[in-house]
């Protein structure tokens, strides 16, 4: 399984990003996918999963109404739209892809993609 991530870079604060993780070796619409964040000293931590369904999806309280997560079954590839970009959004990026809705350091992991919001 491989998960590559694409789509961070820097930008000012108000601004916005698309995140993109295309996934190969695995059977996409099995799977759970989603995206956790770590800054710098930080403890990586939740961002948003979508169902292997895309019926559902789920975000952490500070990007609700500002991030959105989608998956494209046909491109194995599932993607986090960021707006309203603020500086406390700064961290390096990873998704994942777990057979549960939980993920575990078990499951598959992209490589992380930075992301970095100026004020």
């Known amino acids: 399984v491989q998960l590559v991530e694409s789509g961070g870079g820097s930008v000012q604060a108000g601004g916005s990003l698309r995140l993109s993780c295309a996934a190969s070796g695995l059977t996409f619409s099995s799977y759970h996918m989603g995206w956790f964040r770590q800054a710098p000293g930080e403890e990586r931590q939740f961002v948003a999963a979508?169902?292997?369904?895309?019926?559902?999806?789920n975000y952490t309280d500070s990007v609700k109404g500002r991030f959105t997560i989608s998956k494209d079954t046909d491109k194995n590839t599932v993607y986090l739209q960021m707006n309203s970009l603020k500086p406390e959004d700064t961290a390096v990026y990873y998704c994942y892809a777990s057979p549960t809705t939980i993920p575990t350091i078990f499951d598959a992991w992209g490589q992380g993609t930075q992301v970095t919001v100026s004020s």
């Open positions: 979508i169902s292997y369904s895309g019926g559902s999806t």
